[in-house]
């Protein structure tokens, strides 16, 4: 598998893909099959925008080996597996995101702990379904 870096590099179009919304870009093939593909949910189930997150723009992000990695400033490296959908129904749940409701599954406590220790507030970080 080819590997990313978090290095804003363009394709020959000029296309960056964010794995996850209001992250860093990447430019691969990869990258564009996970665009979009993560968010950050707050306490009162609303998924976030990235005006709400701007310290997301200090991660570090790559495609590695079938996992997303994230590293940001004071943080001890987050390895995420991309193409695992957990089929327990207990860890989906609806969430608010631009006035409508979407079914997200949740990525777990370490991710939520992580998240929510770097950006100082309680986050849950969730996968969209596969369409």
């Given at each position: 598998m080819t590997s990313c870096?978090?290095?804003e590099r363009r394709t020959e179009s000029g296309a960056l893909f964010h794995p996850l919304?209001?992250?860093p870009g990447l430019a691969n093939g990869k990258a564009a099959a996970c665009h979009d593909l993560w968010v950050l949910g707050d306490a009162s189930g609303r998924v976030l925008s990235a005006d709400?997150?701007?310290r997301l723009a200090d991660l570090e992000i790559d495609l590695r080996f079938g996992d997303l990695?994230?590293?940001a400033p004071g943080m001890m490296r987050l390895d995420i597996a991309v193409d695992v959908i957990e089929d327990d129904?207990?860890?989906?749940a609806l969430w608010q995101e631009e006035g409508r409701s979407?079914?997200?599954v949740d990525e777990g406590e370490l991710a939520?702990?992580?998240f929510s220790r770097w950006l100082g507030q309680p986050l849950r970080l969730l996968k969209r379904l596969p369409a």
């Open positions: 870096t978090s290095a919304k209001g992250g709400e997150l701007p990695v994230l590293r129904e207990d860890l989906c979407v079914r997200l939520a702990a992580w």
